[in-house]
C-alpha cells in the first residue's frame, strides 16, 4: 500500500484513505462531501465490484460511522 504525508502535519495516510476522506458524510454536515448514497456508485466504478446486497450489508455491519469534528 502506499503511503503519504497528510499535508505539513507529519501524518502517514495511506493514498485509499487519503483519497476516500470526502465520502460518508451528509453534506448538509459538510457542503463538500458526498453522502453515502451518492459516493456508492463511485466505489462501485473504482473497484468494480460486482457485490450483492447482502454482501453489501455484511461489509457495513461493521463500518463505524465518524462524527463530523469542529475544527474551530
Known sequence: MD???L???GLKV???ALG???FGTPPDVMPWTLDEDAAQPIFRHALDLQLADDEIG???EHYTPRL???FN
Request: with cysteine; glycine share 6%; proline share 6%.
Open 14 to 16: 495511506s493514498r485509499i
Open 3 to 5: 503511503y503519504t504525508n
Open 58 to 60: 455484511a461489509l457495513q
Open 7 to 9: 499535508g505539513i502535519s
Open 68 to 70: 463530523p469534528t469542529d
Open 20 to 22: 476516500c476522506m470526502s
